[in-house]
């Protein structure tokens, strides 16, 4: 591998950073330095704080604390039109191109220096120029919108490198790659190191970490757990850090599921609205009394599994039999009907209406069933009995049940969703309870009281599919994990005595053996 | 003999009639180009009418006439600008109020001049040296006024802009991402404004074209829709300004037959057709038949907020 | 987030209702406002022009009738509105389904044989359904395709107009019009009554009342309109529910565009008693009737109120003419007004300006800074 000759100063350090949103320290004191010539991983998961920290190194979010250096420089970022300007190039997750224009036009918007007549004509030249060097084939008259992500993101680093960028930061690079993708931007990267270009290489795969980083920065809860170089690094110690193994919460007692099976899944595969894959052959059960959670990080499939048992997807192979009776392409409706609980993972907007009362987002489901309406009109007395008791019940603190829902804390919606969600409909009493998420941006008071609400509908006899990225709070309430990774199950472990580290390691897409899908 | 006569004056009157459809097109395009609709065009439209003729009758020279109308054009482009892309209303009612306004405030202002014939109308023009082409010499390049070849060449010279310049890659992107635009360093705010100011001085013109050239005098409502008509084009053109010369064209000979034919065939049929033909477009082009270049500006009618700091 | 001095403009979280009512209030004072120049400009007392006008429009029984009869249409198209811009639906084409229904309802009385009152009943229903089957292609083509209703709606405005058109130069011509493009006079079984002495023809009033109750109690006491709050709210939120949303979108705007016919049914059966010019029929009734829907907020109680403020606008056309000799555009110019000011209030709702605590200032930055860009 080529070596940089050493530079005097790194091309950018973060100098003790930080940035508070009201109610969350998203970045806390963070110091980060990358030199020429070097791949600087930030590996952590989400929420940890990665996005804002970029987001502080290239402009678009002023530091509440702290200062950036670029090429020893201290400066002041006030839009990423300055890091720009100081060859700083950022290739986000969701790439910034207009997909209408060709691929040259892209890079030619906002380029300093280009003629006005025919903007893009000895730019292509560059293009290809510089795609040979780097290996980073680009069609300049190819159209946007008939490149694949991984094409698109080769124009984003192309458009970077038009600008003179020494230092290109890659936010979650291969989330929309596929593994030959995947390689083919390794190769771009390292041939940038080899010209003395610094990448931070922004990522929750341990794989990919080990396989092209130099160094490597793990942040949890915005701030840096430590530094290690590749050498002192493997993907067990590297998972244990990412996700903390500080706080050990204790498990919540619970009796052995009972024999009856709530919901069996065999090979169900689904396709999201795009035609993509995004459901690959999954298969488990779930028992009456058991709380199975799902692990995996964002985007590998989860939410698919949860639309799916919900009827709002519906699945292209395979069969999921619901206590017994098979869902087929049951509606949004029917899942209800037949006891399906669905507390979905956006809470504001789809969870509760904000602009109607808390006792109309209470009724959200009920309105159309008797004593809630009956031939189309609504019986305001039964919908607000009904309200008085959920309100009760589930101690959602509210001024009235004409406010609306939107000035209630995010806890006392979720409280409110909860009691809706898990109150008898006309097919009787909740079956299955389909959590995504259930205890997000939640504080710890209304955590715990909706694990609680979790944790009593199993004891009543519900099954339990908890979706989570909290690894404590699935180990805390689940009988069994399932890990999920680009759309398939990698494994189903035991919460009880389980390895943490492995379960990190599926998640990144590693099987148990160790070796990386 | 009878039917190459019948096809020359067809053509020459369709083009005429074409022509203000085609300057208020072109406005419009440049707009929507850049991610603003506005439904004001009849307004702006009938603003320029009426103010081209007032200053022309006043100062007795139509070119002023065209000045002034493409000012106040551009002045009510302003204020849709700063209602929908400042104060980020709703852009299709503040365009609906600018129609209602401008029909309003020209009937007002011309009352003074209804039945006046204009003192010193524009000229129509022949080009000379192929006025003896056979059908075409007679068709297109004898007495049509100065504005119906601006407006041609007009056409060409925005496509090119549009398409092979710096400033047209820019003012597509406005419309299409605007916050890749932004982030580039780009201000979308002042090219949405710039296009928007730009419709409303084409859209005056083609005001003007009406009263200074077309039939020089001022009648109530004498833009009798046509602004609707520069909207139906510039879906149907699919926002390209040379097609909007095609489609001007068309939709402007299916107004002109239908006073032409209308001993045989009911007029309002055709008159009716430009607005029917749109609504295909729009479905042709939800059913992905009018390929992915066909469509709309992806950021059109959304106003433009920048991420909250 | 603009700063000025120490305040900064922020959003408000949720505008009180007599904020609203107020801004709402100011809107129309500023339209007001800005005609009174106007007429200043034009060589007349402002404040004698209004005293002018007041007189003649709410001073006498007459003139206050002539308002009323203006508000008709507003308020049975403004009422369709509010129901359809619930259910985000922005109908541009309120104007064509207002002809739709004339067209309908002057269809039956010109060519059903049958007696009062059925023959009224049946122009009504008529008159209805015409103004529904305007308002479902464009329906149909934003549930299954996507395609924007605004400029669908809009388009369609002119294919009406130019349907009316062909009717009246055409196959509905009368015979006893002596080459006026119009139809034959109605039979006297398909007159509407009339207030003695006035134009005013009440049972279409009575209707429009009628609906706005029956669409508050759609909105407040049914199923439908349960669903139709939601999904005008949170699309997201209405398909967890299991809301059908293409179907109830369609559902809602067939009612709001019959309630447009039905004004077409009144303007022909209260009015006219024949088929018109377009532009006699519907003097833009459908696009105020946007403003109306527009400033009530989505309430259709508020409905009342706001189409008897712009019937009341619209009746100043021909008092302007008369007392100020001004050409009844006026009636344009303040309408539109009215509108870019509500418009331009907006932010006024959205925004408040808030005193910066020292707290809020950013701390300094504690290296020394170097000023990025060029």
């Given at each position: 591998m080529l070596e940089a000759p050493p530079a005097p100063f790194p091309l950018l350090s973060a100098h003790a950073l930080s940035k508070r949103f009201p109610g969350v320290v998203a970045v806390d004191n963070v110091s980060l330095e990358l030199r020429a010539g070097e791949v600087h991983a930030l590996l952590g998961e989400n929420g940890a704080g990665k996005t804002t920290l970029i987001s502080m190194l290239y402009g678009l979010v002023p530091p509440d604390e702290g200062y950036v250096s670029l090429f020893g420089e201290p400066v002041r970022l006030r839009a990423p039109k300055d890091a720009i300007a100081r060859g700083v190039g950022l290739v986000a997750q969701h790439f910034m191109l207009v997909s209408r224009h060709t691929v040259a036009e892209n890079i030619a918007l906002g380029l300093p220096g280009t003629p006005f007549f025919r903007p893009t004509r000895r730019l292509k030249r560059r293009i290809l120029e510089l795609g040979k060097r780097y290996g980073l084939n680009v069609d300049p008259n190819a159209y946007v919108y008939e490149l694949s992500a991984g094409e698109q993101q080769r124009v984003e680093i192309m458009k970077a490198l038009v600008r003179n960028a020494k230092i290109l930061i890659l936010d979650e690079?291969?989330?929309?790659?596929t593994p030959q993708e995947a390689d083919g931007l390794f190769e771009v990267v390292r041939r940038m190191k080899g010209e003395g270009h610094g990448v931070i290489f922004i990522t929750h795969k341990l794989g990919e970490v080990l396989d092209v980083a130099d160094r490597i920065t793990v942040l949890r809860k915005g701030a840096v757990v430590g530094t290690l170089p590749r050498e002192g690094a493997d993907a067990t110690t590297l998972a244990r850090m990412m996700i903390g193994r500080d706080v050990v919460l204790s498990r919540v007692a619970s009796a052995p599921p009972r024999p009856g099976l709530v919901l069996e899944l065999s090979g169900v595969s689904a396709r999201n609205d795009r035609g993509v894959v995004v459901l690959k052959d999954i298969s488990f059960r779930l028992r009456e009394g058991e709380i199975l959670g799902v692990a995996g990080v964002a985007g590998n499939g989860q939410l698919e599994l949860a639309e799916v048992l919900t009827g709002h997807r519906h699945v292209t192979a395979g069969s999921v039999s619901l206590a017994g009776r098979e869902l087929g392409r049951a509606s949004i409706r029917e899942t209800f009907e037949r006891g399906v609980a669905h507390i979905p993972e956006e809470r504001n907007g789809v969870g509760v209406v904000p602009g109607l009362s808390v006792g109309e987002n209470l009724a959200l489901r009920h309105y159309r069933y008797p004593p809630f309406s009956r031939g189309g009109l609504l019986n305001a007395a039964a919908t607000q009995r009904f309200a008085e008791a959920s309100v009760r019940e589930y101690g959602v603190s509210t001024p009235s049940l004409q406010t609306r829902t939107g000035r209630l804390s995010g806890g006392n919606i979720q409280k409110l969703v909860l009691a809706r969600e898990l109150s008898e409909r006309p097919g009787g009493a909740v079956k299955l309870v389909v959590a995504a998420?259930?205890?997000?941006?939640?504080?710890i008071g209304a955590t715990e009281q909706t694990h609680r609400m979790l944790v009593g509908e199993r004891d009543r006899g519900a099954g339990v599919l908890l979706i989570s990225e909290d690894l404590e709070e699935l180990f805390r309430l689940s009988h069994r994990i399932i890990v999920m990774f680009g759309g398939k199950v990698m494994g189903i472990v035991?919460?009880?005595?389980?390895?943490r580290g492995l379960v990190g390691l599926m998640m990144a897409g590693g099987t148990p053996k160790g070796t990386y899908a | 003999m009878e039917l190459e006569s019948w096809l020359v004056s067809t053509v020459a009157r369709s083009l005429a009639f074409s022509t203000p459809l085609l300057w208020a097109a072109l406005g419009e395009i440049y707009a929507e180009r850049s991610g603003v609709v506005n439904l004001g065009v009849e307004g702006m439209m009938i603003l320029g009418a009426i103010a081209g003729f007032m200053a022309a009758q006043t100062t007795g020279s139509p070119l002023l006439g065209i000045v002034a109308a493409a000012s106040v054009g551009g002045l009510a482009g302003l204020l849709h600008a700063f209602i929908a892309i400042t104060l980020r209303a709703d852009q299709y009612v503040s365009g609906l109020a600018l129609t209602i306004l401008g029909l309003g405030l020209a009937g007002l202002v011309g009352r003074a001049y209804v039945g006046v014939p204009l003192s010193n109308p524009m000229q129509a023009v022949t080009v000379p040296?192929?006025?003896?082409?056979?059908v075409v010499g007679p068709a297109l390049f004898t007495g049509q006024h100065l504005l119906t070849y601006a407006g041609l060449i007009v056409a060409v010279l925005l496509s090119v802009l549009l398409f092979t310049t710096r400033l047209g890659v820019v003012i597509r992107s406005a419309g299409e991402s605007p916050a890749a635009t932004d982030a580039l360093g780009i201000n979308v705010i002042k090219v949405r404004y710039l296009c928007v100011v730009f419709g409303g001085v084409m859209a005056g013109i083609a005001g003007a074209y009406l009263s200074l050239a077309y039939r020089p005098s001022w009648t109530e409502g004498m833009t009798a829709g046509m602004g609707w008509i520069a909207l139906a084009i510039v879906i149907f053109a699919a926002w390209r300004p040379v097609r909007a010369i095609f489609a001007a064209f068309i939709f402007g000979a299916c107004f002109h037959l239908a006073f032409r034919l209308q001993e045989v065939f009911p007029p309002e049929f055709l008159q009716m057709l430009p607005y029917l033909v749109t609504i295909l477009s729009l479905t042709l082009i939800a059913l992905g038949r009018g390929g992915r270049q066909a469509g709309a500006p992806a950021a059109l009618g959304v106003p433009y907020t920048r991420g909250e700091r | 987030m603009l700063k000025l001095g120490g305040w900064r403009l922020e959003p408000r979280p949720e505008p009180s209702r007599a904020l609203v009512f107020a801004v709402s209030v100011g809107a129309v004072l500023a339209a007001l406002f800005v005609t009174g120049l106007i007429f200043w400009a034009y060589g007349h007392n402002p404040v004698t022009a209004y005293r002018d006008i007041f007189v003649s429009t709410l001073g006498n029984f007459r003139g206050f009738a002539e308002v009323l009869r203006k508000t008709i249409p507003l308020l049975l198209a403004g009422v369709g509105l509010v129901l359809a811009f619930h259910a985000q639906f922005w109908n541009i084409g309120a104007e064509g389904q207002i002809l739709a229904g004339a067209v309908a309802a002057s269809g039956v009385a010109l060519f059903v044989p049958v007696g009062a009152p059925w023959l009224l009943i049946l122009m009504f229903a008529a008159g209805f359904l015409g103004g529904a089957v305007w308002g479902l292609l464009p329906a149909l083509l934003k549930v299954r395709l996507g395609v924007s209703e605004i400029i669908t709606t809009l388009m369609l405005n002119y294919v009406a107009l130019y349907g009316v058109q062909y009717l009246i130069y055409g196959p509905w011509k009368g015979l006893s019009t002596r080459g006026m493009p119009i139809s034959d006079t109605f039979v006297p079984a398909a007159w509407l009554p009339t207030l003695t002495g006035t134009r005013l023809h009440w049972p279409t009033l009575l209707l429009g009342v009628l609906l706005a109750g029956a669409v508050l109690f759609l909105l407040t006491k049914t199923t439908l309109g349960f669903e139709t709050r939601v999904l005008g709210q949170s699309p997201k939120a209405a398909r967890y529910a299991g809301i059908n949303l293409g179907r109830t979108t369609a559902l809602l705007v067939l009612v709001a565009a019959g309630a447009a016919g039905l004004a077409g049914v009144g303007e022909v059966a209260?009015?006219?008693h024949r088929l018109v010019e377009p532009a006699q029929l519907s003097l833009g009734y459908g696009y105020t009737a946007i403003i109306v829907a527009l400033l009530a907020r989505g309430n259709p109680l508020a409905v009342v109120l706001t189409a008897l403020l712009l019937g009341w606008v619209s009746a100043t056309g021909d008092v302007v003419r008369v007392t100020l000799r001004l050409p009844a555009e006026i009636t344009g110019v303040i309408s539109g007004l009215i509108l870019l000011f509500l418009l331009a209030s907006e932010p006024l709702l959205r925004y408040r300006w808030r005193r910066v605590g020292r707290e809020a200032i950013p701390v300094p930055v504690t290296a020394p800074v170097q000023e990025g860009g060029r």
């Open positions: 690079p291969t989330g929309v790659l998420h259930p205890t997000y941006g939640l504080d035991e919460a009880e005595g389980a390895d | 040296g192929v006025t003896s082409l056979p | 209260g009015l006219h």
